[in-house]
């Protein structure tokens, strides 16, 4: 599965058919802010009765979040034994160097910037989806 952390509806219909668009996208969860993805990731909440085994393959991660942000999240998931090795990449359309550095000082995988032309965002979820699903060699998925 890819946990898709996205508040912006618009920004997410377009991350989705991107994702479908090169037959990534079936097994997607979304979730819409910061706190709802810890919930999320640490079984907590609405998501209480979650496994917490079912870890996500990947991770796409907006950093400009509602009621906890995207770094913090960040922060949070490098910081618990768990969480630590999922892979995330920041998808993001954050210019600002400081969050780029901050990004990969937390402990992303990786940072890109959602391109605005559709056909040029179509083009990076599918490298996204190659490298990260295909290509990419994750960590084993074990037990706590």
Not at 6 to 21: F, G, H, I, Q, S
Not at 58 to 67: A, G, S
Not at 116 to 137: P, R, S, T
């Amino acid at each position: 599965m890819i946990l898709l952390v996205e508040d912006n509806p618009d920004d997410e219909a377009l991350t989705m058919r991107a994702l479908k668009k090169n037959n990534t996208g079936n097994n997607v969860h979304i979730v819409r802010d910061g706190a709802e993805a810890l919930d999320f990731l640490f079984c907590m909440g609405a998501y209480a009765n979650r496994d917490p085994h079912d870890m996500p393959f990947l991770i796409l991660l907006d950093l400009n979040l509602p009621k906890v942000s995207g770094l913090e999240v960040l922060r949070r998931l490098r910081a618990n034994e768990r969480t630590k090795l999922v892979p995330i990449v920041i998808l993001t359309s954050s210019n600002e160097d400081h969050d780029v550095l901050e990004g990969y000082q937390f402990g992303a995988n990786s940072y890109v910037r959602k391109p605005v032309d559709f056909n040029e965002f179509i083009e990076a979820a599918k490298h996204l989806g190659v490298y990260w699903l295909g290509m990419n060699h994750a960590p084993p998925r074990g037990g706590d």
